[in-house]
Each structure stands twice: as C-alpha cells, then as structure tokens.
C-alpha cells in the first residue's frame, strides 16, 4: 500500500476505528458495483428493445458521465481508507 495523505489531512482522524474503515471499503465497492450495473443494464436495454438504428447515444452518455462521475467519488473514499489503514500501522 502507498502512503500518504495528501488530500485528506483531518479527515483520516474522523474515521473512529477500523470498523469504520471496513464499512467505507465495503460500501464504496457495493457503490461502484451498483453504478457499474445500472449503466449496463441501461445500455443493454437500448440495445435489445430498440435495436442498433435507435440508440440514443446521449443518454448512453449521460449514464456513461454519470458513472465517471461517481466512480471517481468512490475511489476518493477508497483512498482515504487506504491511507487511513496506513496511518494506523
């Protein structure tokens, strides 16, 4: 694991215990699961019911956007776990 806090000095020290570092780690990948599938159960909606011709590429890309977006949300709370796992040692 790397060190370093940059970012998230003061927040390490909100997390109380190493319960509440597990919880951030399973609930940020539970998150990322959960996006990741919404997003391809969308597309493969458009696929299979409206066929190739009629996709609506600007709504695969809004659920492309917002996946980016929230997946990026995620690995923030990844890496604060993973540098408060480190400050802890």
Do not use: V
Not at 19 to 44: K, V, Y
Not at 56 to 80: F, G, N, P
């Amino acid at each position: 694991m790397s060190g370093g806090t940059e970012g998230h000095e003061g927040l390490i020290d909100e997390l109380p215990d190493d319960g509440a570092i597990d919880w951030t780690i399973i609930r940020s990948l539970l998150s990322a699961s959960d996006s990741t599938s919404s997003a391809l159960e969308s597309h493969l909606m458009q696929t299979h019911y409206y066929g190739d011709d009629t996709i609506s590429t600007a709504a695969t890309q809004q659920y492309l956007d917002a996946a980016i977006s929230k997946h990026e949300r995620i690995l923030e709370d990844l890496r604060l776990a993973r540098d408060a796992l480190d400050e802890r040692k």
